[in-house]
């Protein structure tokens, strides 16, 4: 599990260091929701952070676009990155170029 190099972060999200620590060594942190893009199917998930390392997803190519505390400052910090794209000019619709 990668995370891109400008991780869009919510402003709920407190104490940075210590989730992107425990994101690189696949522990769950409480509460914490993940926007991941997985290249196998060309889509963005939002996964709790429980989820994401669940053996069922072990194995697939996934980058972790954004994180947030809770599921609905997720929605909100994915609705921001659509409008950030399409502010840059890319293309909404292509989840690859949402998380440029």
């Known amino acids: 599990m990668k995370l891109i190099d400008n991780l869009f972060v919510a402003g709920n ?24 893009l997985f290249e196998d199917k060309n889509r963005l998930e939002i996964l709790s952070s429980r989820d994401l390392f669940h053996e069922r997803n072990q194995n697939r ?7 947030a505390m809770g599921r609905r400052s997720a929605y909100d910090l ?15 619709g292509d989840p690859k170029q949402l998380i440029l």
Do not use: K
């Open 13 to 36: 999200v407190t104490d940075l260091e210590t989730v992107v620590y425990s994101l690189r060594r696949g522990i769950p942190v409480l509460h914490l929701t993940c926007i991941v």
């Open 61 to 67: 190519p996934a980058q972790i676009a954004g994180i």
């Open 78 to 92: 994915l609705a921001y990155m659509t409008e950030e794209a399409v502010a840059n000019g890319r293309d909404p």
